[in-house]
């Protein structure tokens, strides 16, 4: 198991097996009112707890995190092939038929995002409602220009640090990063770079489950043609969220995502980077709340 911080606030940890009997870890935040919102986490293959109870929406909705297998209470498979994304989806499907859902509404943060999109490809005829929140793209193949990651990046021009952040922006767009400047840019990812975000993200480094993370998204998971084909007949409703100064999901390309399907609408949150449920709890939550009571 990787490291795991404690269980926020009102949740309860239960286990199920997956297909291949892993032992599987879940937190539902109890009752709450409507059908659950089943919660995939990024990183990817980040413990769910950095999802917390996603800005308070869980007073509003009752949520479910997965930890992904070999991250926060779920056990690690015997086969490490299995963390690819495309084999997770079974994982997905198993939590369902553990809750005795006919249908799920499914939410994807960041990588989990192509977690969400798989399991649509997948088992479309199982999702309710879908919220893809400051998606991860590669499920879909959308590319994103560097001019948007910097034009995102401008908004945050009268930081203090700014300047060598954006500095280290223009060399990782340029296809120049190295883990020194992809490191600089950390601050982009935040709404506000101060000490709480600074802890977030030393403790989300340590949460991670780096050696699997590279096989999640590994060579041949992917199909983005199929995909998006799938979700052009999808016909249930979908919400992007996206952060206003996002440079990892910018606006343009969250508008681009939500395009892709019939039945989507775009929130975007203002001031928000990657993680708007910090940002903006209120406004993230009352985004996604809406969107599920439509």
Known sequence: MSPSAAPAP?????????PDG???????SGPGTGEPLICLPGGPLQDSVYLGD???????RRLIRLDLRGTGGSAAPDDPDSYRCDRLVEDVEALRVHLGLDTI???GHSAGANLAALYVTRYAERVGRLVLLTPGTAAVGLDTAPEERLAAARLRRDEPWFGPAYAALQEVTAGRGTAETFG????FFHGTW???A???HAAGARQRNEPAASVYGGEGVYEPAATRAVFAEFGRPVLVVAGEGDVNTPVPTATAYAALFPKAGIAVVAGAGHFPWHDD???CAAAVEAFLNA
């Open 105 to 107: 509404d499914l939410l």
């Open 194 to 196: 101060d000490e709480a």
């Open 22 to 28: 892993t032992l599987l870890a879940y937190h539902d």
């Open 54 to 60: 996603l800005g308070g929406l869980s007073a509003r």
């Open 198 to 200: 600074r802890e977030r």
């Open 184 to 187: 600089a840019v950390t601050p």
């Open 10 to 18: 009102g949740f309860s940890a239960h286990t199920f097996p997956a």
């Open 281 to 283: 709890a209120e406004g």
